[in-house]
């Protein structure tokens, strides 16, 4: 068993690691992975591996290695206002960073195949919105999770911009699954043991790109009914706005661009320097990687350009080593500046609860 990347002492270093080795190339992508812990979807006697490039599964529950999430998440190329839906939504992990960067007219729908998984993911989201900081800092579109076979949707269901599949796709079910795309959208799910990026370019028309060797479990088949006929399962429906929370979301907009001009005004660049350990380095080099799990096999591999600079990163090493951070320097404790603000205005309290839509500090 082995990992495509080092391991990480917190989840902030895994993510480094990630970026070192490429798997992680854009800012929001990395944005994403940073404001969400993976340890907090791992049960608690679990969390020790969290931070491990390796897939985590027991009994239902599962967790992809944090390498094949990166992949997926940069071939999805989400941007802000799309629709996504994620066929084998699991414990959420992935709909929640996927959520943050579609922010709140986006839309976020999960179809998971077992119920008590179902009911962890939104355990698992409820806590999120309830005690991360991170909520406060992104526009978030909340994931809406169902039960249900992912091969039984109901055929009348809308299409999706994006759309992301967590088990082996045989290839009979390949046009099912492009028919849930939307013409520009964009497809990633494993196809005969290649992770696979399928871009909808008219309406009888795509463009497939294999983007990583991978073997995932294949997707359970259908079950029949007692009266032999399929359960079809029925997406959330696309919700309305109310006029209210449009306001609220508007208002919070509004304290976010406010916060940040003052952090302009007093920084000069609106960046806050906060001190930061010096990490672990870790080499870039050419890796080959087979994670194995139950019955599922991640395969990853990555080339980077720079394998032949080794004496140059050594000497970058030694040139960081020399760089020595005081020993009763701590980093500064994060502020939710969001939340200070709302509470310091001349607003009844139930009105700035709502705006911090009742979370706990």
Known sequence: MGGAVSAGEDNDEL????????????????QAFRAIDRADYYLEEFKENAYKDLAWKHGNIHLSAPCIYSEVMEALDL??????????????????MVGLILGPFGVNHGVELHS????????????????????????????????????EISPDCSQYDRVYCGAGVQKEHEEYMKS???????????????????TRTGPSAWETKKILAVSFAPLIQPCQSENGKSRLVQLPPLAV????????????????????QEAVNKNGNGLKNTPRFKRRRVRRRRMETIVFLDKEVFASRISNPSDDNSSGDLEEERQEEEVTTPPNTKPEPPVNFLREKVLSLPLPDPLKYYLLYYREK
């Open 241 to 260: 706005r109310s006029l209210q929370d449009l306001a609220r979301i508007a208002i919070r907009g509004t304290i976010k661009k406010v916060i940040h």
């Open 15 to 30: 993510i480094d690691n990630l970026k070192e080795a490429q798997y992680i190339r854009s800012e929001l992508v990395e």
């Open 116 to 151: 008590d998984v179902t009911e962890y993911a939104k355990q698992k989201l409820e806590f999120f919105i309830r005690t991360s900081d991170s909520f406060d800092k992104f526009d978030f579109c909340e994931p809406s999770f169902v039960t249900g076979n992912c091969l």
């Open 79 to 96: 941007q802000p206002g799309l629709s996504f839906l994620n066929l084998g939504s699991g414990t959420g992990y992935l709909s929640s």
């Open 180 to 198: 849930l795309l939307k013409v520009g959208g964009i497809l990633v799910m494993p196809l005969e043991e290649k992770l696979t990026k399928i």
